[in-house]
């Protein structure tokens, strides 16, 4: 019988987690997660969470973080959507939830590895974006070879 190779995977509200958590510690100005979470009302706890991809955000919330980082909410959806463009590359799936990405063999990457593959340096308000998949993709065979 034929061993399927599992895939890697994480979620939209991921990718858009690590790119604004890229945006915030890349601004010129020093914005800290308490910033961002009095600007919009909610906890700290609350923040590292949707920094993480645990909790979404709502619209009023992007058009108020898009304010507060002074990028177009356009350009926000923009960057989310050509990480995911590279990250599909990759070999990685994207999906619209964990539950999404459970349906299949998927091995979901954490924060720190996603956080690898969206960097963005200080270099303007959002910078380009590089990715740093060799090491993932290491990572990924190993992790694939235990699952056989």
Do not use: C
């Amino acid at each position: 019988m034929k061993s399927s190779t599992p895939t890697i995977g994480t979620t939209y509200q991921s990718v858009l987690g690590a790119v604004i958590s890229s945006a915030r510690t890349a601004s010129e100005q020093t914005i800290t997660q308490a910033d961002i979470a009095a600007q919009l009302g909610i906890t700290v706890s609350t923040w590292s969470r949707i920094e993480r991809g645990e909790s979404a955000l709502n619209l009023e919330q992007l058009v108020k973080l898009a304010a507060y980082l002074q990028i177009p909410l356009s350009a926000l959806f923009k960057f989310v959507e050509d990480r995911i463009e590279e990250l599909s590359t990759q070999g990685v799936k994207v999906a619209v939830s964990k539950e999404a990405l459970d349906e299949e063999r998927t091995i979901h990457l954490n924060n720190a590895q996603l956080a690898a593959m969206v960097v963005i340096p200080a270099l303007g308000p959002l910078g380009s974006i590089v990715t740093a998949g060799v090491g993932v993709y290491a990572a990924w065979k190993k992790l694939s070879k235990k699952s056989e």
